[in-house]
């Protein structure tokens, strides 16, 4: 199994350093964990009185993270979804001011390499993709149940999957025979409806990352946990949010625009009401440099969004 490269981390942490020279305990939030590789970097930020608050909704993820950082006193783990970030840190912020949460999204290596976990399609195993393998429905579940309408929409909009419709109705063929339970049985029918493949990508990339996001419902895991965070920090704090591709990335630049600019409904009247907005955009996005894509490929796609929290109201995510 390959150990997890965590990406943009020097970005990251020069992103959230600032908030961190705030007079008060601090609490930072890794709301991503994955393996540590972010929370350990985090936690050189931090003084004897603050806290590094990280979150998991893999099981796997936070037993690893408890052994690995058993004897840090400034750190907790928790076993949730990033949807639930709000009432997290109102439970484990104590008297500290919450100045900085990073959001580091899609799958880590792990689960990737792991064939049990049902994420790849390049080893065999159950096909699953659940982050938390304790709730929800599989994503054989999910293909055994789906119609044929429901399963070309979820790989259309999800995977931005051109070849979405033949991929449904083969699936829906190849269940009839026999249930798909395996990952390669999967990849299998995938590759034989596609008549044409995308140069350097297996032809069931786009199917099983919809897959995931489907079973996982990632992107309104995203849009909860983004207006959560939000309403978490203190003034001043900093929200940072790596994202792998463009579905992801549209939604956390659509929030932040939505929390920083005033609504374009009034944009027509001749004295628009007061603006008070939640945030402001800092900086520009930022992506891997070269070396780091040199070493850690997965980095190629990654996008590095940075916002300060204002004080305005905050906005739910569209």
């Known amino acids: 199994m390959d150990e997890h490269k965590p990406v943009l981390v020097e970005e990251a942490v020069a992103a959230l350093a600032p908030?961190?020279?705030?007079?008060?305990?601090?609490?930072?939030?890794?709301?991503?964990?994955?393996?540590?590789?972010?929370?350990?970097?985090?936690?050189?930020?931090?003084?004897?009185?603050?806290?590094?608050?990280?979150?998991?909704?893999?099981?796997?993820a936070v037993a690893?993270?408890?052994?690995?950082?058993?004897?840090?006193?400034?750190?907790?783990?928790?076993?949730?979804?990033?949807?639930?970030?709000?009432?997290?840190v109102q439970a484990h912020r104590e008297e500290r001011a919450c100045r900085g949460?990073?959001?580091?999204?899609?799958?880590?290596?792990?689960q990737i390499d792991t064939a049990a976990r049902g994420?790849?399609?390049?080893?065999d195993g159950p096909l699953d993709m659940r982050m938390d393998v304790s709730q929800g429905q599989?994503?054989?579940?999910f293909l055994a149940r789906a119609t044929t309408d429901e399963i070309r929409d979820v790989i259309g909009k999800l995977g931005e999957e051109r070849f979405a419709g033949r991929i449904a109705r083969a699936i829906v063929s190849a269940r009839g025979a026999a249930p798909i339970a395996t990952t390669l049985q999967l990849a299998a029918i995938v590759a034989q409806a596609i008549p044409t493949r995308e140069r350097g990508k297996h032809p069931a990339t786009r199917t099983f990352q919809a897959l995931r996001m489907q079973v996982n419902d990632e992107l309104g895991e995203l849009r909860r946990g983004l207006a959560g965070a939000v309403r978490a920090l203190q003034p001043g704090g900093r929200l940072a949010v790596i994202s792998f591709h463009s579905l992801e990335d549209r939604l956390v630049?659509?929030?932040?625009?939505?929390?920083?600019?005033?609504?374009?409904?009034?944009?027509?009247?001749?004295?628009?009401?007061?603006?008070?907005?939640?945030?402001?955009?800092?900086?520009?996005?930022?992506?891997?440099?070269?070396?780091?894509?040199?070493?850690?490929?997965?980095?190629?796609?990654?996008?590095?969004?940075?916002?300060?929290r204002l004080t305005g109201p905050v906005p739910e995510a569209a």
């Open 253 to 308: 630049k659509r929030y932040i625009r939505r929390c920083a600019d005033p609504d374009p409904a009034f944009a027509k009247l001749p004295i628009a009401p007061p603006h008070d907005p939640a945030l402001r955009t800092v900086g520009r996005k930022q992506r891997a440099g070269e070396i780091e894509v040199n070493a850690n490929p997965r980095a190629r796609s990654a996008i590095l969004r940075v916002a300060e």
């Open 101 to 110: 949460v990073l959001f580091d999204l899609g799958v880590s290596s792990p």
């Open 138 to 141: 599989s994503a054989a579940q």
């Open 119 to 123: 994420f790849s399609f390049q080893h």
């Open 19 to 60: 908030v961190c020279a705030a007079s008060g305990a601090t609490l930072l939030v890794d709301a991503t964990f994955g393996r540590g590789g972010h929370s350990a970097r985090l936690l050189e930020l931090l003084g004897p009185d603050d806290r590094l608050l990280a979150m998991d909704r893999d099981p796997d």
């Open 64 to 88: 690893a993270g408890r052994e690995r950082f058993a004897g840090e006193s400034r750190f907790v783990l928790v076993h949730a979804p990033f949807s639930a970030i709000e009432t997290v």
